[in-house]
């Protein structure tokens, strides 16, 4: 794990980006923002000098991980937890040094805890922000894999005895990938309502639509005005669009 850059200094007053790459040994994995039924979600407590800022992290879409017997979510490769850091107009300092105290857990046919870890880069003040060429690649790799809004899709939300009926149709078919081109499909919960180690079944059509009965946590309340997370999909799915992870908010 560490703390990188996309630029190679700070400006004053300029809004720049840093991130913490994880990069879990093979067969170990770590934790999404809600890691579902088990584990730990990566946290992150800042130490910055006085008049920075920094903003939540963009966590990238996860995937489906294995902790013993239980399917759980997060990252079994690589990820990169994106944040923006605002610096104040006015920097005395030559060169700074952004500290991020980070807790997590890895897991794989042992689980591995960590708290409050200190990751640190120092920067240079300069007049100008260059992007760093060292880490422009995995910046723009993770930036396309965080979830998106899109309009284009209808969202309806219904509880049933045991279970949870999510309902997407495109409103633009236009714009939208046809629903059996989109591949294979998973909701991530982050508000802990669905249970993330049980079956989900995903229906296609009629029509552009898709339905995907999703298993009910002890969490869930008896009524479900909304449903927060995030859809994954093998396909992008917006024709000729980038994401595939469909964010519902």
Not at 57 to 73: D, E, G
Not at 143 to 163: C, F, G
Not at 188 to 196: A, C, H, K, L, V
Request: proline fraction near 8%.
């Amino acid at each position: 794990m560490e703390l990188v850059s996309e630029v190679k200094a700070i400006v004053p007053g300029e809004t720049f980006t840093i991130g913490l790459h994880l990069n879990p040994p093979a067969g170990f994995h770590t934790y999404w923002k809600h890691p579902g039924l088990v584990g730990v979600a990566t946290s992150v407590e800042w130490s910055l000098p006085p008049g920075f800022s920094a903003g939540e992290i963009q966590w990238p879409a996860p995937q489906a991980v294995k902790m013993a017997r239980y399917t759980a979510q997060g990252y079994r490769d690589d990820a990169l937890l994106i944040v923006s850091i605002t610096p104040p107009k006015e920097i005395r300092d030559a060169r700074v040094t952004l500290t991020a105290y980070a807790s997590w857990m890895c897991c794989g046919n042992q689980c591995h805890p960590a708290s409050k870890v200190p990751f640190s880069i120092t920067l240079p003040v300069a007049a100008s922000a260059d992007p760093d060429p060292a880490t422009k690649e995995l910046f723009d790799r993770f930036r396309n894999k965080i979830p998106q809004r899109d309009d284009a899709w209808r969202v309806e939300v219904s509880r049933r005895t045991e279970s949870i009926l999510l309902t997407l149709t495109s409103k633009q078919p236009q714009l939208t990938r046809d629903v059996a081109e989109l591949g294979s499909l998973r909701f991530f919960t982050s508000d802990g309502q669905i249970d993330s180690n049980g079956e989900q079944k995903v229906t296609r059509g009629p029509g552009q639509q898709i339905q995907i009965e999703l298993p009910i946590s002890k969490e869930a309340p008896e009524s479900v005005p909304s449903l927060t997370g995030v859809i994954t999909a093998e396909h992008q799915w917006r024709k000729g669009g980038t994401s595939t992870a469909l964010e519902l908010r």
